[in-house]
């Protein structure tokens, strides 16, 4: 019996180990067919040869993207590092692109975890129903915008609308070297770009967790509430413990998102060598430099970019994975039994 | 002073309780006391706003405290940070969709915007039009159609592996060691980052073809490498949620698995696989990054997508307001720009409408 | 500690249905009261009316009054998060915070006070209520594990321990062993026995043997069509409503002819 057969007697929803009755289901009923006819037995091995098939594609995809990658970025680090980037080499190249796009990322999360937290209980707890409904609908609906218009809008509306702020923080905080002066004129700096990155992965956020806190146990936020818990003291007991590995997920999503944002750090930033102030123009995202640098670039510049995506692959891989991590630490307490 | 409110008797029930104009009283204050401080740094309605909400939120929240302690006082203090939230972020999504719509209006009532291509538009002409106020020549014909030529690949080569794929996580692996590695597959696949699958697509490509080969259906194979995780998903959630009571029906009357799989389970969550995959459309037609890298950049109309460069909405969005057509004169082009950017809004929106009403119209009767 | 309640012409709507019409009752301090009858009676909708646990459900509201030792719950000003602490209750599949310990799931309501307790205060707390609920020896030497890993009718007895920790005046419950086994309904039922020393109970049951078995009066609710509101039949003594029911529906009913 082929492994596809074994596995053709019917699905349960739980359980991978109940093979062996199910086996002998299978072969009986298929006992049974044979007395009347074989037809469509071979309908069953072809559809499910293809069902796997598709499954095996893609793991297919997934080696291929990264042996790809890594095959194309080879070059970037064996060559002489005198060739690369101006002869600084390539990790003189990755390291400021590195770390400008966790800065961006993680001022983006700063702003917009507690906020989008904030809106995603409005909606749960807070808003009445048909109010919250339509503003459930409204986030989704936003979470769709393609990020390129999320761009236009920072480079035409926020960059020249944030301007005198910045003017303000240099003048007035211009003592803290993250808001050393002089501040952009025209307002395309790293903030800019992390606040239009905060927007963008607000809804985001909200939906995932508007989604986790909508399930939360009606019997637990009832024994709260019969403990005499005030609203948000219920908030605390029952809804945030049980929803936590989602915040976390629902964050970690936020961050692979901000990592690695392309073209709304490509049109707002005005980049430039890595410097400490977020209010002048300067720093650069990996994901951006490969976008403003790709379509004039070959030979082994074009390696030195597939080698800076293949960086930022690894990144967000790392960052899955400590999410994952994270969430199944939690296993004994969350509300999983 | 909930005693003097309400001349009733003292309970230990009543005890303590901010009399019902509480909040409506700070707001007063707050509104007085946000016009005094941002005249004094310079009056502007937003910044009015800003110290409004904040001199409430003390207001309140101390009030709160002196009369009805701490707990309580918390409580008002979380629900002033939640519906605080909620303003702040309702002001620049409302902006983005505004900024959209002001500016993208009169670029998509120009005549000619959706039905010619950028082909012999130049910054000559785009001169000539802010010089003598005539109209803006130019439109996204070639974009609409490289935008609908793509997904439409992308969105044949990800629906079928995407379906058959979920079909044997939830029909026949049943948590097996391929199953698990699949999803796990999935998840690490949801997580690429779009320039990363442009890339791929890229490499790939090139170490088949030789360097340089950018064509729609380049771009057609990023896409799918985003696309088939989103679809994956939801159609396993979707097979995932039809009642076992369907199947083992079929089974008892002697169906083969394949037609139980083809003529049961696929038709009763088909209404919500038909939704997940109008949602990945959506999220896909907006991808930008992957494009830029594959699919080269065209003014022309192409309708090959195995030749030669194609341009595509977002594309087409980016280069007008990076690269205008008239370096000096770039207003034509942002006009362009916001057109080609409600354009994408609008089928996006629609696409989102779709995927609701698939679901909701088509949902099957058996279930929850 | 243990205070009475006061009902008096009691209506309940969810928006503008009426669900129960006309209730008025006067259930002792120090006693066990159920409540019986069909199911969709109204009679768990009353209940929650007794501590405002139904205005978790939007657009309920009630007209009349419920007086606890003579304060009216729906008085003006009055604080629902006030009138539960006041009034505890038990539901009907137990509900232990999946994600605290034991210890903490006792202490939840505890803490909310806010006032900083010693540990060996906490620890007084926990250990009588637990014994409170006859779960101390059970549990005693795994305080720290989740309250969610015991076994249901352990977990039941631990969300009374939960709300008794907080010295309630009167402790609802509503059909808190429809979900347990015959065992430990019998564990819950015998500590429902000793709670009526110090508390008012107050118990919704399906199962009329048990409200034979636990309570001191009984109250008979009753429906006369779906769609109509539900009304309080009979009230009496328990021996009284099930030995000689001055109602033919009441008797109908414990007698087994309906329901």
């Known amino acids: 019996m082929t492994k596809a057969a074994d596995e053709t007697a019917h699905a349960s929803p739980k359980g991978p180990d109940v093979t062996s009755t199910e086996t002998k289901t299978s072969e009986h009923s298929g006992g049974a067919r044979k007395l009347s006819s074989r037809e469509g037995a071979a309908g069953d091995k072809v559809f499910s040869g293809t069902a796997l098939s598709a499954g095996i594609l893609i793991l297919v995809v997934l080696v291929a993207v990264a042996a790809f990658l890594v095959l194309q970025a080879f070059p970037a680090f064996v060559a002489p590092q005198s060739q690369i980037a101006d002869g600084k080499g390539f990790w003189a190249y990755i390291v400021p692109l590195i770390v400008g796009t966790v800065i961006a990322a993680v001022i983006s999360l700063v702003v917009a975890t507690p906020i989008s937290l904030g809106v995603a209980l409005f909606i749960s707890h807070y808003a009445p129903r048909r109010l919250a409904q339509i503003l459930g609908y409204i986030i989704d609906l936003l979470a769709a915008i393609p990020s390129v218009i999320f761009g236009a809008w920072g480079i035409s509306f926020l960059a020249p609308a944030l301007v005198p702020g910045y003017a303000w923080l240099a003048s007035s905080l211009g003592w803290i070297p993250i808001f050393g002066g002089p501040a952009s004129a025209t307002g395309k700096t790293l903030l800019t770009v992390s606040i239009v990155l905060a927007v963008m992965v607000i809804p985001i956020i909200t939906s995932v967790c508007r989604e986790i806190f909508l399930q939360t146990p009606k019997l637990h936020e009832e024994a709260a509430l019969a403990l005499g818990a005030t609203r948000w003291e219920m908030i605390r007991m029952a809804v945030l413990p049980f929803a936590r590995p989602g915040i976390i997920s629902a964050v970690m999503l936020g961050l692979g998102r901000a990592l690695g944002e392309t073209m709304a750090v490509a049109l707002v930033l005005s980049s430039g060598p890595l410097i400490a102030s977020l209010i002048q123009s300067g720093n650069q995202t990996i994901a951006a430099d490969i976008a403003l640098n790709f379509p004039e670039a070959s030979g082994l510049s074009l390696n030195q970019l597939i080698a800076a995506g293949l960086v930022l692959f690894v990144f967000t891989l790392a960052v899955n994975i400590v999410a994952r991590w994270i969430i199944s630490r939690h296993k004994e307490f969350s509300g999983a039994n | 002073m909930t005693a003097i409110a309400t001349p009733r008797r003292r309970t230990s029930l009543t005890r303590n309780r901010l009399p019902r104009i509480a909040p409506w009283a700070s707001l007063v204050v707050g509104l007085v006391v946000g016009a005094a401080v941002s005249t004094l740094v310079g009056f502007n309605v937003f910044g009015w706003g800003v110290f409004a909400a904040i001199a409430f939120t003390i207001v309140y929240v101390a009030w709160s405290a002196a009369v009805e302690g701490g707990r309580k006082a918390r409580d008002k203090f979380a629900t002033c940070l939640v519906i605080g939230s909620f303003i702040i972020v309702v002001l620049p999504l409302f902006s983005v969709i505004w900024t959209v719509l002001e500016g993208g209006i009169k670029g998509l009532l120009t005549p000619g915007f959706l039905g010619t291509s950028m082909n012999g538009v130049s910054g000559i002409q785009d001169n000539q039009s802010v010089n003598t106020g005539s109209r803006v020549v130019g439109g996204i014909y070639h974009a609409l159609i490289g935008t609908l030529l793509i997904t439409l690949w992308s969105t044949i080569i990800s629906v079928p592996v995407g379906l058959l794929t979920s079909i044997y996580l939830v029909e026949y692996s049943r948590g097996g060691r391929l199953g698990q590695a699949i999803t796990l597959f999935v998840d690490v696949m949801t997580g690429i980052p779009s320039i990363v699958a442009g890339l791929f697509a890229a490499a790939l490509f090139a170490t088949i073809f030789g360097p340089g080969t950018q064509t729609g259906f380049v771009a057609a194979v990023a896409l799918t490498v985003l696309m088939i995780p989103v679809v994956v998903r939801s159609s396993e959630e979707m097979l995932r949620i039809v009642p076992n009571e369907l199947r083992e029906a079929a089974y008892a009357l002697g169906v083969r698995k394949w037609r139980t799989i083809l003529k049961v389970v696929v038709p009763t969550a088909i209404s919500g696989i038909a939704s997940g995959v109008t949602l990945a459309i959506a999220r896909v037609i907006g991808e930008t990054a992957p494009i830029l890298l594959t699919a080269g950049f065209a003014t022309k109309i192409n309708l090959n997508v195995f030749s030669n460069w194609m341009a595509s909405l977002p594309t087409y969005i980016y280069f007008q307001i990076l690269n205008p057509t008239s370096p000096s004169n770039p207003d034509p082009s942002l006009q362009r720009a916001w057109g080609a950017a409600l354009v994408l809004i609008i089928f996006v929106m629609i696409l989102n409408l779709i995927a609701r009403l698939v679901a909701r119209i088509f949902a099957p009767k058996t279930g929850r | ?259």
């Open chain 3, 1 to 259: 500690m243990s205070k009475r309640i006061d009902v008096k012409d009691l209506n309940v709507y969810y928006g503008n249905f009426r669900a129960v019409e006309g209730v008025s009752i006067n259930i002792e301090a120090r006693s066990v009261t159920a409540f019986i009858g069909p199911s969709g009676c109204g009679k768990s909708t009353f209940l929650r009316t007794l501590n405002r646990m139904h205005e978790v459900i939007p657009g309920a509201h009630v007209e009349g009054h419920v007086l606890l030792d003579g304060d009216d719950l729906y008085g003006p000003g009055v604080d629902p998060v006030a009138v539960r602490t006041h009034v505890g209750m038990v539901f009907q599949r137990p509900n232990p915070f999946p994600t605290m310990s034991i210890r903490d799931n006792v202490l939840a309501g505890v803490k909310l006070n806010g006032k900083k307790l010693s540990r060996s205060d906490t620890d007084g707390v926990v250990e009588s209520s637990l014994r409170g609920a006859n779960l101390w020896n059970e549990v005693k030497d795994r305080l720290d594990k989740p309250g969610s890993g015991l076994s249901g009718g352990q977990q039941q007895r631990l969300c009374i321990a939960r709300a008794i920790a907080v010295k309630p005046d009167v402790i609802l419950m509503d059909e808190p062993c429809s979900a347990l086994d015959p065992i430990s309904t019998l564990a819950v039922e015998d500590l429902i026995n000793e709670l009526k020393e110090q508390y008012t109970v107050v118990i919704v049951t399906h199962n009329m043997q048990q409200a034979a078995r636990v309570s001191d009066k009984t109250a008979f609710f009753n429906i006369a069509g779906t769609g109509k509101p539900g009304k309080l039949i009979e009230y009496a003594d328990t021996t009284a409503i099930f030995n000689n029911p001055k109602e033919k529906a009441t008797e109908d009913y414990v007698s087994g002819r309906f329901g």
